[in-house]
Structure formats: structure tokens, C-alpha cells
T-cell receptor, first 111, second 110 residues
Framework: DGGITQSPKYLFRKEGQNVTLSCEQN?????MYWYRQDPGQGLRLIYY???????QKGDIAEGYSVSREKKESFPLTVTSAQKNPTAFYLC??????????FGPGTRLTVL | QKEVEQDPGPLSVPEGAIVSLNCTYS??????FMWYRQYSRKGPELLMY????GNKEDGRFTAQVDKSSKYISLFIRDSQPSDSATYLC??????????FGSGTRLSIRP
């Protein structure tokens, strides 16, 4: 059953804490992406990776970090430097320069 | 000016109506156009994918691209309450990353 999984579905973070969001895909896609979605603002690109061990900053990378050690996995860490992290986070994957397929999302809330 | 403009709505129509959702864009290099449907608190799902100008039909959905006007549309025929969602347009060229519209919230009244 091919697809993209994200975990956890809901995540709560205390002030000053780093948290890591998981994203896994078994679609054999080369590219993976992280987006942030806030109400009424559409999708904003945080980071993307087109190949293992390589990734690029998107439009709002400050306060976030990623790794791409395996083709199937692209975890996102929200660091304490991200001052307003409460949002809905979406992971996507695609063949390079092709339509993207999305995971179910993780809702992060700062306590 | 944003590269892709999409009316945020909300748009409310009665069940059975024809719905028209639209996006305009400024980059004439865009060649690939997509529509995604997103239910509340879920990830977007790809509905339609078209290349260049013209129409593409899939069941009750029709995607239309007018490159000369830099305008794309998604038509939904015989709309159902289950079509209530946010619809996102997206587009890209061979040299660019995907750009998403901000989404239109649609509500179908039973």
C-alpha cells in the first residue's frame, strides 16, 4: 500500500524545546518537501530535497532543520529558534519536477 | 504581487449547482497546472493535473487552462456536500518549483 505517512498526528511543544516531525514515503520518489500551512495563507515551503544527503532551503527555513539520510525519510526538526511554530505541517514527495503527493499532516501546538 | 492569485472565498452554493473555481498567475513560463482538494485537518489530495492549454475532464470535474490569459479554472458539475473542502491550485515550469495558490474554501449546502 503505497503512500506518505507523517507522525505524530498531533504534537505539543513547550517553549524552548526542539521537536522532530517524521515523514516516510514508499512511493520511490526522489524528491521530498516540507510545507507549513497557516489559516488563510496557503502552503509555504520550508525545505526540500531532490536527492539523498542533499537539501535546500525554501521560503521560510529559519528556525527549522532537516536531514535526508535515506530516500524514504525526510524528518523535520522545529527548533527553539522558530518563534511562532504553531501550524499544520505537511510533507510531500514527487519525482523531480512532477506533481506532488501529500501526507496527512502534523498539527503542532506550542503550549 | 503574488505569482499565483486565488480568491479565498468562502464560496457557498446549493447542492447540484455548477461550481467554478479560478486562479490567475503572472509567470508565462508555467506549463504544468494542478488542482488539489483539501478536507479540514487533512493533507491535500491531487484532483487534476494538466499540461499546457486546453480542457481535461474527469467525472464531474473539468480543468481548464487558458495560457493566453494566464487563467486556470476548475469546474465541478452536480456538486455534492462531499465536495465541501478547500481547493488549491498549483503550477510550475520546467525551471521552477511548484507554486501554490492560497486556496478557496467551498461549501455545498444540502
Amino acid at each position: 500500500d503505497g503512500g506518505i505517512t507523517q507522525s505524530p498526528k498531533y504534537l505539543f511543544r513547550k517553549e524552548g524545546q526542539n521537536v522532530t516531525l517524521s515523514c516516510e514515503q514508499n512511493l520511490n520518489h526522489d524528491a521530498m518537501y516540507w510545507y507549513r500551512q497557516d489559516p488563510g495563507q496557503g502552503l509555504r515551503l520550508i525545505y526540500y530535497s531532490q536527492i539523498v544527503n542533499d537539501f535546500q532551503k525554501g521560503d521560510i527555513a529559519e528556525g527549522y532543520s532537516v536531514s535526508r539520510e535515506k530516500k524514504e525519510s525526510f524528518p523535520l526538526t522545529v527548533t527553539s529558534a522558530q518563534k511562532n511554530p504553531t501550524a499544520f505541517y505537511l510533507c510531500a514527495s514527487s519525482m523531480v519536477r512532477d506533481e506532488q503527493f501529500f501526507g496527512p499532516g502534523t498539527r503542532l501546538t506550542v503550549l | 504581487q503574488k505569482e499565483v492569485e486565488q480568491d479565498p472565498g468562502p464560496l457557498s452554493v446549493p447542492e447540484g449547482a455548477i461550481v467554478s473555481l479560478n486562479c490567475t498567475y503572472s509567470n508565462s513560463a508555467f506549463q504544468y497546472f494542478m488542482w488539489y482538494r483539501q478536507y479540514s485537518r487533512k493533507g491535500p489530495e491531487l484532483l487534476m493535473y494538466t499540461y499546457s492549454s486546453g480542457n481535461k475532464e474527469d467525472g464531474r470535474f473539468t480543468a481548464q487552462v487558458d495560457k493566453s490569459s494566464k487563467y486556470i479554472s476548475l469546474f465541478i458539475r452536480d456538486s455534492q456536500p462531499s465536495d465541501s473542502a478547500t481547493y488549491l491550485c498549483a503550477m510550475y515550469s520546467s525551471a521552477s518549483k511548484i507554486i501554490f495558490g492560497s486556496g478557496t474554501r467551498l461549501s455545498i449546502r444540502p
